[in-house]
């Protein structure tokens, strides 16, 4: 068994949301310093508990493009699992796809019920 079990304590925390926000495409891309002021500005306001954000890097088909190499950032964050809590990320979504259309940037959007979650202290 792992030592770190005995200090382990697990509850079930609502509905964790996983937001990952492609950049973009061409030289229209969506730069860092936008991202980071969409987080501050949509993001961090209607969630101010806290989230976690990952930069990744990507890549997919498309038939317009070709092969699109990307940043994605992943944005989590959790909350209660309500209609107000469901709300607040879909006007995230609306607001992103608004600001970035000229880059053809996109969000989706993966809920994710019934999480437990492990702290190790």
């Known amino acids: 068994a792992f030592p770190a079990l005995a200090q382990m304590e697990e509850r079930g925390e609502g509905v964790w949301y996983r937001l990952h926000m492609g950049t973009g495409v061409g030289n229209k891309a969506v730069s860092t310093d936008l991202i980071r ?3 501050d500005g949509e993001i961090t306001p209607r969630f101010p508990e806290g989230l976690t954000i990952t930069e990744a890097r990507g890549q997919w088909k498309s038939d317009e493009y070709g092969v699109i190499r990307e940043r994605t950032i992943l944005v989590d964050l959790q909350c209660p699992v309500t209609e107000e809590c469901a709300a607040k990320v879909d006007a995230i979504a609306k607001a992103y796809v608004e600001r970035f259309k ?3 940037a996109s ?4 809920r994710i019920q019934g999480v437990a979650t492990s702290l190790y202290y």
């Not at 969000?107 to 993966?110: A, F, H, L, P, T």
């Open 37 to 39: 002021s969409f987080i």
């Open 102 to 104: 000229a880059a053809k």
């Open 107 to 110: 969000i989706y959007i993966r």
